[in-house]
């Protein structure tokens, strides 16, 4: 079974569903994903300076309600709920994330203990909530590697 139809079958079960590092390239998860029928959504902290930016990236990307604060409590919050999407299956996949956890260690080991618990929520729900941090050149997650097959 190659990675696509692995991942075609892992990604609906919500049993499995969490945080994980990803070491094959995101376009198969992408793909994966939209062929299962989730919700698949990028998100480039390439930008991203400190919390206050880490929020702004989930926020733009995820159409959060302008109601949303800024804090970690307010992203808990937006991300246990998502009312304002279509469906009940997400894949979040964190983009660029070595230069914002060589700055602001703290503030991603924070937002990966949220996201964790914000995946045990939806798990808990029967719905799968997914959190892919790619390896880069020279650094990865200090997170579990998907296992495939």
């Given at each position: 079974?190659?990675?696509i139809s692995s991942l075609r079958t892992l990604l ?109 929520s939806w798990r808990e729900d029967g719905k799968p909530f997914w ?19």
């Open positions: 079974m190659n990675s609906p079960d919500s049993k499995r569903a969490g945080v994980y590092r990803l070491a094959i390239d995101s376009t198969t998860i992408i793909a994966a994903a939209k062929t299962a029928g989730m919700q698949v959504f990028k998100i480039d902290l390439a930008k991203a300076h400190g919390k206050s930016g880490l929020f702004d990236a989930f926020s733009k990307t995820l159409k959060f309600p302008k109601h949303c604060a800024k804090n970690w409590a307010a992203l808990n919050d937006c991300l246990t709920d998502l009312a304002w999407l279509e469906g009940t299956s997400w894949v979040l996949i964190l983009a660029n994330c070595k230069p914002f956890v060589a700055r602001y260690q703290a503030d991603f080991d924070v937002a990966l203990e949220l996201l964790e618990g914000v995946s045990a959190l892919f941090i790619p390896d880069q050149p020279g650094w990865s997650a200090d997170l579990p590697e998907i296992a495939l097959g």
